[in-house]
């Protein structure tokens, strides 16, 4: 048979099954045609799948990745279920699931010439961001520590009765669980031509991107804050992820969302208001997607610990009218300014029963001085949280409260644009 006289039909065939013109012409026999189609189909969704198990078991998700396995036809991906359960059964429970550290930042700082420059701004970013590349390096060392990111409920979760319980978290012996949190993802209005990205967007292919407009007014769309930065790392490195957590988002409400200013009672004037929401609401969607956790962080950023019942009340209102329809209803609260309602003791009195009866169970206030600080009762669950800033990289320096040291050497992290 010469090459020329074979149709497009045979070509296609021979491509698939990578046949030789020696052989016979497939093309004779219709159901061979048909036949190598659907050999040719089901090995790339046996290859497709096999993808997913290993992005499940590289998450320490197990129980997930043998029950694909294991419920799949296919006997190549069967195979896989003895050493995916041997893998399993390296795996240890965390020893002190009350000993949880939590590390929480704010947005990045991208331009350090625009936000460390002399105007009244630049002493505040300076105290309580960390700069982009100084996040970069802290991924590479908690990561290198052994460090993988946990989600609350991966710690704490309510049993059938409903009263909070610790979890088992099942880690090979080197690998250590942590919490991260990322404060104020609003790109408040004060922030704006500072160097900081500008708002979260959704891309093409449903992953959540920044966009950034440089010094010389350029657009970006990229990874320019924590938590498109935590995706990508993780993309790269699946182990840094426990069972697809990520983080928890702290959202107040005055300036709106993601950088979308979709506070009906702040921006009465604002003409997109329906599609800023409609969009921050998408942001939204595919950060959940993607594992990161919503908390209330108020809505006007008030010292929850110090308020008047009133006010508190009042606020909380609002998160529930304009933040709960974008982000969702969550039982998650981070205090604004650590703000905490109770100082070491378990939560009584009528602020808590209020929270509580808003649906809150998870509360984290902020202390820097030590390395992991939780408390438990039927009812909730309370972690403390240490902040990396421009505030503690000080105290660090002086050797005065050494917290970060377990996280990252905080000589080799600090910026020389600070
Ligand atoms: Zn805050």
Redesign the pocket.
């Known amino acids: 048979m010469k090459f020329t006289q074979m149709t497009a039909a045979t070509l296609l065939v021979l491509a698939l099954v990578g046949c030789s013109s020696e052989q016979p012409n497939p093309a004779a026999d219709p159901s061979s045609t048909t036949e190598a189609k659907t050999a040719q189909k089901e090995q790339s969704r046996v290859e497709s799948v096999k993808a997913e198990i290993n992005r499940l078991a590289d998450g320490f998700d197990y129980d997930g990745a043998i029950k694909l396995a294991k419920n799949d036809d296919n006997a190549e991906l069967q195979k896989m279920v003895s050493g995916l359960e041997d893998e399993k059964s390296q795996m240890t429970a965390w020893p002190k699931p009350d000993q949880i550290p939590h590390l929480f930042f ?1 947005s990045l700082v991208i331009d350090t010439d625009r936000a460390f420059d002399s105007d009244a701004q630049a002493q505040g970013y300076k105290d309580y961001m960390v700069t982009h590349k100084e996040f970069s390096k802290i991924l590479d060392s908690l990561y290198d520590r052994g460090y993988v990111l946990v989600n609350p409920r991966d710690f704490a979760r309510p049993n059938k009765k409903g009263e909070m319980e610790y979890r088992k978290i099942m880690l090979p012996k080197d690998k250590k669980p942590l919490v991260l949190s990322v ?2 993802v609003s790109y408040y209005e004060y922030m704006d031509g500072d160097g900081f990205a500008s708002r979260l967007v959704v891309d093409r292919d449903g992953k959540v991107r920044n966009e950034y407009t440089d010094a010389s007014g350029k657009k970006h769309v990229g990874a320019y804050d924590v938590s498109t930065m935590v995706d990508d790392f993780i993309d790269e490195h699946p182990d840094f992820s426990y069972r697809d957590a990520r983080g928890i988002l ?1 959202m ?1 409400g005055y300036n709106g969302e993601f950088g979308y200013r979709t506070s009906e009672s702040q921006y009465p004037k604002n003409k997109h208001i329906k599609q800023d929401q409609q969009a921050a609401t998408k942001v939204a969607d595919a950060l959940k997607d993607e594992g990161w956790v919503f908390a209330s ?1 108020s809505w006007g ?1 008030i010292s929850t610990g110090t308020e008047d019942m009133g006010r508190f009340k009042r606020d909380m209102k609002l998160w529930k009218k304009e933040v709960e329809p974008i982000v969702g209803k969550t039982d998650q609260f981070v205090y ?2 650590g703000s905490d309602i109770a100082r070491v003791n378990y939560y009584s009195g009528a602020k808590y029963n209020y929270l509580k009866d808003q649906g809150f169970k998870y509360f984290y206030g902020v202390d820097g001085t030590t390395h992991a600080w939780m408390q438990q009762t039927d009812d909730y669950q309370r972690q403390m949280r240490i902040n990396v800033d421009g505030l503690q990289f000080a105290k660090e320096k002086d050797g005065d409260r050494p917290v970060l040291s377990e996280f990252f050497d905080a000589d080799k992290v600090i910026d020389p644009a600070r």
Do not use: E, L, S
């Open positions: 704010h404060d104020d702290a107040t962080h950023h604004p300014f």
